[in-house]
Nanobody, 123 residues
Framework: QVHLVESGGGSVQSGGSLKLSCTVSGHIDGSYCMAWFRQGPKREYERVAAVYTGSGNSYYSDSVRGRFAISQDNNGADLLMNNLRPEDTGLYHC??????????????????WGQGTQVTVST
């Protein structure tokens, strides 16, 4: 069984920073894509950042590039979010796509998910 648990969410003012962490328990064979998705008020999912464990290559959406940074470690992955904006508000989930690279951005293709951690950015 693979489980993902997120932590680090909270409320900040615009321009502030937060660091989210995703801890993975259980075994995943081979390399995989670990991603952070943001779920907005209309419950839509946007992949904001991802890292492929095989190469360490990282990927970002246009909306967060230059402000967010994803990093992987032995336990999972962190998401450092700087210069936060009100539109960054949402429920942030980490997710894993086993065996495949991070070219796939559709949330429906990701196999393992955490419950999410709320990020609220006020003006």
């Amino acid at each position: 069984q693979v489980h993902l648990v997120e932590s680090g969410g909270g409320s900040v003012q615009s321009g502030g920073s937060l660091k989210l962490s995703c801890t993975v328990s259980g075994h995943i064979d081979g390399s995989y894509c670990m991603a952070w998705f943001r779920q907005g008020p209309k419950r839509e999912y946007e992949r904001v950042a991802a890292v492929y464990t095989g190469s360490g290559n990282s990927y970002y959406s246009d909306s967060v590039r230059g402000r967010f940074a994803i990093s992987q470690d032995n336990n999972g992955a962190d998401l450092l979010m700087n210069n936060l904006r009100p539109e960054d508000t949402g429920l942030y989930h980490c997710a894993v796509l086993p065996h495949l690279s991070c070219w796939r951005e559709d949330a429906s293709e990701y196999t393992y998910w955490g419950q999410g951690t709320q990020v609220t950015v006020s003006t």
